[in-house]
């Protein structure tokens, strides 16, 4: 068995720890229960997903590709452990919305205020900026893992109404997300 520490307050710590927050708990996926990395040509990524929202983020240092888990995480550290073989994490790419609009054109919005007082009016506030914009809701969980980030201006695309949110932060993503639509009649 592998592990890796990584120290707190670093770039990869930050990331890994909101790429994990879209980790499957469903036992009978056990592939998605974990953080797939992995290295393409956007370099070393990390990605995860619960089958209603995936993310991923690079990563500044190079971890071995492979699946992990995280088996202890607090301020100043985090353990990950690598299983050794036996599964194959989903084809993440499948899932991400192509587009040609540049990104400097899709509607934006802001989270990570912080402020937990008012969790629930944000929430709901991004919710309905989002809903008018592109017609659609979409799976909270989302933006309750972005809540807590420091404040990030996010753009979003979605093909149609019914088709998945495509959302990051910048034309040269750091963090990226993929969030099933649902509809709600």
């Known amino acids: 068995m592998n592990a890796m520490k990584l120290n707190g307050k670093t770039a990869d710590y930050e990331s890994i720890k909101w790429v994990g927050k879209a980790v499957s708990i469903d036992n009978?996926?056990?592939?998605?229960?974990?953080i797939s990395i992995e290295k393409n040509k956007d370099g070393?990524?990390?990605?995860?997903?619960?089958g209603r929202r995936l993310h991923c983020a690079k990563l500044e240092n190079k971890i071995k590709p492979g699946l992990y888990k995280i088996e202890a995480c607090n301020a100043k550290r985090m353990f990950l452990v690598e299983r050794e073989t036996g599964?194959?994490?989903?084809?993440?790419?499948?899932?991400?919305?192509?587009?040609?609009?540049?990104y400097k054109d899709w509607p934006k919005f802001t989270t990570g205020n912080g402020n937990k007082s008012y969790q629930s009016l944000e929430d709901f506030r991004i919710a309905v900026f989002i809903h008018g914009?592109?017609?659609?809701?979409?799976?909270?969980?989302?933006?309750?893992?972005?809540?807590?980030?420091?404040?990030?201006?996010?753009?979003?695309?979605?093909?149609?109404?019914?088709?998945?949110v495509r959302i990051q932060n910048g034309e040269k993503w750091t963090r990226q997300a993929v969030v099933m639509s649902c509809r709600v009649e």
Do not use: H
């Not at 009978?28 to 974990?34: D, F, M, P, V």
């Not at 070393?44 to 619960?50: E, G, R």
């Not at 599964?87 to 540049?102: A, E, G, R, S």
């Open 28 to 34: 009978a996926r056990e592939a998605i229960q974990y």
């Open 44 to 50: 070393t990524i990390a990605v995860a997903t619960d």
């Open 87 to 102: 599964l194959t994490f989903p084809d993440w790419l499948k899932v991400i919305p192509p587009t040609d609009m540049p």
């Open 133 to 164: 914009l592109c017609g659609a809701l979409f799976n909270l969980g989302f933006i309750l893992d972005c809540m807590y980030e420091p404040s990030t201006e996010y753009g979003f695309f979605q093909a149609d109404a019914i088709s998945a």
